[in-house]
């Protein structure tokens, strides 16, 4: 089964950089679209990016809020999709996670069904 694990989380200034990694337990990860969620505390999950398996052409989504600051990319030889964030606000602060399932819904958790137990990101002077 499908086993998710995001690393990569911290405590940043604003203006920082930060890169996550979310890696995958099964050595067919290249058919797998991931997505990255997070929760900001007293929010709902914000989906904001989704990147495609590279067998459906390793598309890519991107939500206004991050779009110019983040950037997905994945390389399937290490089983990892990782989220490259820069120019971090106090508004990114947030537990991320990553999740597999479809990019067609890529905002939608429920339709999303494997999940990492998430990352902490920290965005304060």
């Known amino acids: 089964q499908l086993q998710l694990v995001e690393s990569g989380g911290g405590s940043v200034q604003p203006g920082g950089s930060l890169r996550l990694s979310c890696t995958a337990s099964?050595?067919?990860?290249?058919?797998?679209?991931i997505a990255w969620f997070r929760q900001a505390p007293g929010q709902e999950l914000e989906g904001f990016s989704c990147?495609?398996?590279?067998?459906?052409?390793?598309?890519?989504n991107i939500a206004d809020s991050v779009k110019g600051r983040f950037t997905i990319s994945r390389e399937d030889a290490k089983r990892t999709v990782y989220l490259q964030m820069d120019s971090l606000k106090p508004e990114d602060t947030g537990v991320y996670y990553c999740?597999?399932?479809?990019?067609?819904?890529?905002?939608?958790?429920?339709?999303?069904?494997?999940w990492g137990r998430g990352t902490q990101v920290t965005v304060a002077s």
């Open positions: 999740t597999a399932g479809s990019c067609r819904s890529w905002t939608r958790p429920s339709d999303f069904g494997f």
């Open positions: 099964v050595y067919n990860f290249n058919y797998y679209d």
């Open positions: 990147i495609s398996s590279s067998s459906n052409g390793g598309g890519k």
